[in-house]
């Protein structure tokens, strides 16, 4: 859905230049939904988050819990940044890569996983995010990945809450290929602080 891949982009820059002042202490196309067109990568996904900065809820080992409220909706998320990465051919230059899990009430999207990979994706690239044992489908376009089947992201997340960490893999355009590990180490009480909020 169109509106919902651009607030997300939108909330991740907002969370990203938010970060230097609140500080963190420590994209793509989504699955279209239901049958409805996928969107396209928007330059005004900046724009889309109007200038609101969002708030620092609490940090929880390596993941920040934060609320924001763009157009006057109040979003909560879980942000992280990798514990460790790797490029090859090494020293390949890239943005930061986040991973962000966010719920939208007015919009009934509950911790929704996606991941911003630093660099633009091999077109037709599909990543994974290995995790306790099992392996998600990862659909990515630009420098963003979504879950690629929606029925399996209640899954991915428990499967997060329960693990040490993540590994994500990505291919750039040009071929490099990075290795990106998340601790999860304080995941589960970040959303948990995120549930919290979002249900007022």
């Not at 409220?69 to 090859?88: H, I, M, N, R």
């Not at 997060?160 to 490099?176: F, M, Q």
């Amino acid at each position: 859905m169109f509106s919902r891949r651009i607030l997300t982009i939108a909330l991740m820059n907002g969370a990203m230049i938010g970060l230097a002042s609140v500080s963190m202490l420590g994209h793509a196309q989504a699955q279209p939904s239901k049958g409805k067109a996928a969107p396209r990568q928007s330059a005004a996904a900046p724009a889309a988050a109007g200038g609101t900065e969002p708030a620092l809820l609490g940090q929880f080992g390596a993941w920040g819990a934060y609320t924001a409220s763009p157009g006057g909706k109040k979003v909560c998320f879980a942000l992280a940044k990798p514990s460790s990465s790797k490029t090859s051919p090494a020293n390949r230059p890239r943005d930061p890569a986040y991973a962000f899990i966010s719920t939208r009430p007015a919009e009934k999207v509950t911790n929704e996983v996606s991941i911003m990979i630093g660099y633009q994706l091999k077109p037709g690239y599909e990543s994974t995010l290995d995790v306790g044992g099992a392996r998600f489908a990862m659909y990515t376009q630009g420098d963003g990945l979504w879950i690629k089947n929606a029925a399996e992201e209640d899954r991915l997340v428990e499967a997060l809450r329960k693990a040490g960490d993540v590994t994500v893999k990505g291919v750039s355009t040009k071929g490099t290929e990075t290795f990106d590990t998340f601790s999860l180490k304080g995941l589960a009480q970040a959303l948990d602080k995120v549930a919290q909020e979002c249900r007022r």
